[in-house]
């Protein structure tokens, strides 16, 4: 321990004046055999010295890029000017300078760019720049392999895949070819022989050769491109990026679904198993929109699926939004004509009657520049795809017809209408209860009751979340109609927001319990979705609940006959915004094990816009809420035995008043046992 201590500290010594410029100590031994956690341990030791200023630890931070780095590394602002690509930079489009700047943001967490966007708009020119960037940077360093913990025997190589060898050359090598032999900073060495000594020759060029004995281009510090058809190509290489061109299209060739799904997870988990994520190692997707119904990258981008991986950063859009300046008369005159873009069972269409538009939902409509009225005209499928950027058979959505949805809604029922804030920070005790307890309770002698059936036995499911997205909690009862037949009455879906934070977990389980101790509820059965539960349900059966698990994605029947019920007529609830957007959202996938499952659209999630009910887009792409509604109302399908104690009536154009009234004369009865009819007479008149 003691040599072990004393070689980190000579080594302080070393890195501090190596990081002062002092060349001449990255070629002793004592650096050389320095590995990463030394290196590192020997870096805090040099923060730790008392006797450093601020300024001095400073700047040692500032140069610490000497400890790795023989040529300082252009930051991706950078390398994106003409120093270093040429005159490339003078037609760089703009949104592809955003994506490449905040995917290699110093803090990043994304390793893999998903580029989906319309034809034209430069999706394969930025995965050339994506990897170009890292072998300037594996160039730049004094041991590529070292810093990544890789055997100095073998090659560190960037993949680049397509359905052919030609479409390769076509789309990939050729932008690599325009950049380097355009740019001052490359210079192209005739033989690999001479490509060590023509670097040492020209340290400040970056030296690449065509004629390298593995792959198609060849760098300093032994880094490769090779070309492929098939990840089969690439076995036991330490492939360290990979760019997989159009495999939207490889369905076109012939190629089954499940060679589509393999080539592109295949891809990511070779970069993984030889980089372990680290910063540089990647994967790019550059295909353009083809066709949901049949392709799974399409169905992994289009449905969500890739949005949902924080490692992912996805891009798609239609040419209009990143080449506007090809629209002019649009950019003039504002004119555009609305298109459906098409889902299962019913294809693209021109709207020409836009008071049809009602018909649809607003992501389903794009308003596209007059510009290309002619061709969408001529091939309408190809220009939404092409122009458009959205693939062709799209999945639909679960629900079709709004009014299935809004006929659920009565104002004979209360909910909260938008969301609840519970943030971590906040104290746990009572924090929902407080939020909801007047709207939903009424005071009594000994404590609270709730409004409506409150007798009845209740049924809660919790949907969890914990940084970013909404939980949810959903409560149901079951009531007798005229005709015998239980109806499932909501008693609340509540939507519950982290706000920029964690969510409140603490809040969520004690709400569950003041709903049992101050609002005197009989809660018959509880279950929370998998995700972060297993110390609420620990606690609340500690508290004599019953608790399990139920995973709502797992099993798509248990959505399906929720949504049976919705079609019936059987379910009734109070106005949330949530609640409907979220169902207006969901869609049934089918997952690359083959097995269905219910998910929802994709699109950009509002959080907040006025909150009007006919036209707010808070809780669209997002099931939360209905996650919450749906497990409560399976578990009242399912646990509930006997008949219910309450009717259900169902009562038309009552005002909210008269709701009340009846609510408050329904409770003499209940309670108390008073006759109420001949009030309920004079009140409807």
């Known amino acids: ?93 703009p949104h592809v300078s955003e994506i490449l700047t905040t995917f290699y943001k110093p803090e990043s967490t994304y390793r893999n760019l998903v580029l989906a ?7 394969s020119f930025s995965s050339t720049l994506w990897s170009l960037y890292v072998t300037v940077h594996l160039w730049s360093m004094r041991n590529p392999k070292k810093f990544f913990e890789l055997s100095q025997a073998t090659s560190i190589v960037h993949g680049l895949i397509s359905f052919t060898m030609e479409k390769v050359d076509q789309l990939l090598l050729q932008p690599f070819m325009q950049i380097l032999l355009s740019s001052p900073r490359f210079r192209r060495v005739k033989m690999e022989e001479r490509l060590g000594h023509k670097q040492r020759e020209y340290p400040d060029d970056i030296c690449f050769t065509t004629a390298g004995k593995m792959g198609v281009l060849q760098f300093y510090n032994d880094v490769h491109y090779i070309v492929a058809s098939s990840p089969a190509n690439l076995l036991g290489l330490n492939m360290i990026t990979a760019i997989l061109s159009e495999i939207s299209f490889f369905i076109e060739k012939g190629f089954s679904v499940e060679y589509i799904n393999r080539i592109y997870q295949d891809s990511k988990r070779r970069v993984r198993s030889r980089f372990e994520g680290k910063y540089f190692s990647g994967t790019v997707i550059d295909s353009s929109p083809n066709d949901l119904e049949l392709s799974p990258i399409d169905k992994y981008i289009f449905s969500g699926k890739a949005e949902k991986d924080p490692t992912n950063l996805v891009v798609t859009g239609s040419q209009w939004e990143f080449l506007p300046h090809k629209f002019p008369e649009w950019q003039n005159t504002g004119k555009t004509f609305p298109v459906f873009r098409g889902d299962t069972g019913r294809p693209p269409i021109v709207i020409e009657d836009e008071s049809e538009l009602k018909k649809f939902e607003p992501e389903e409509i794009y308003f596209v520049p007059i510009d290309v009225r002619d061709l969408f005209e001529e091939d309408l499928i190809k220009s939404v795809k092409d122009i458009c950027g959205w693939p062709g058979g799209s999945l639909g959505t679960l629900i079709r017809n709004d009014k299935d949805i809004e006929d659920m809604f009565t104002p004979l029922l209360k909910n909260t209408y938008t969301y609840i804030s519970i943030p971590a920070s906040k104290d746990p005790k009572n924090l929902i209860w407080d939020s909801i307890r007047d709207q939903f309770f009424i005071p009594f002698d000994r404590g609270y009751e709730f409004y409506r059936s ?3 036995k209740r049924f809660i499911h919790v949907d969890l ?90 099993d798509s029947k248990i959505y399906l006959t929720y949504i049976s019920y919705i079609f019936s007529r059987r379910i009734k609830a109070g106005r949330n915004i949530y609640l409907k957007n ?36 808070m809780g669209k792409f997002a099931k939360d809420v209905s996650d919450g509604h749906c497990g409560a109302f399976w578990n009242c399908l399912h646990w509930f035995t006997g008949s219910p104690r309450y009717i259900w009536e169902e009562i038309e154009k009552k005002t909210q008043s008269e709701v009340v009234a009846d609510n408050l004369l329904g409770k003499l009865e209940g309670r108390f046992g008073f006759q109420t009819q001949e009030l309920k007479e004079k009140l409807h008149g």
């Open 1 to 93: 321990m003691d040599q072990q201590r004393k070689k980190i500290t000579n080594s302080s010594f070393i890195l501090k004046d190596l990081i002062q410029g002092d060349e001449v100590l990255s070629k002793r031994d004592e650096f050389i055999q320095l590995n990463n956690r030394e290196i590192l341990e020997a870096l805090q030791l040099i923060l730790k010295n008392e006797n450093l200023s601020d300024s001095d630890k400073y700047q040692i931070m500032t140069n610490s890029w000497r400890i790795h780095y023989r040529k300082k590394p252009p930051t991706i602002e950078e390398f994106l000017t003409k120093d270093w690509i040429g005159p490339t930079a003078d037609n760089l489009f």
């Open 582 to 617: 979220n169902l207006k959202s969901l869609q049934e996938i089918v997952i690359s094990s083959g097995r269905k499952k219910i998910d929802h659209t994709k699109g950009k999630i509002i959080y907040w816009d006025g909150a009007e009910w006919d036209f707010s887009q």
């Open 465 to 554: 979340s914990e940084t970013g997205d909404m939980a949810s909690i959903g409560m149901v009862h079951p009531e007798r109609d005229k005709d015998g037949k239980i109806q499932y009455i909501t008693d609340f879906t509540l939507a519950l927001s982290p706000e920029k934070g964690r969510i409140n977990l603490d809040a969520v389980r004690l709400f569950i319990e003041d709903l049992k101790k101050l609002g005197n509820l009989p809660i018959e059965m509880i279950t929370f979705d998998q995700y972060q539960s297993s110390s609420s349900i620990q606690y609340l059966k500690n508290q004599g609940f019953n608790v399990q698990l139920l995973s709502i994605d797992r």
């Open 117 to 123: 966007s319309a034809i034209g708009t430069g999706k």
């Open 454 to 456: 409150p007798l009845e």
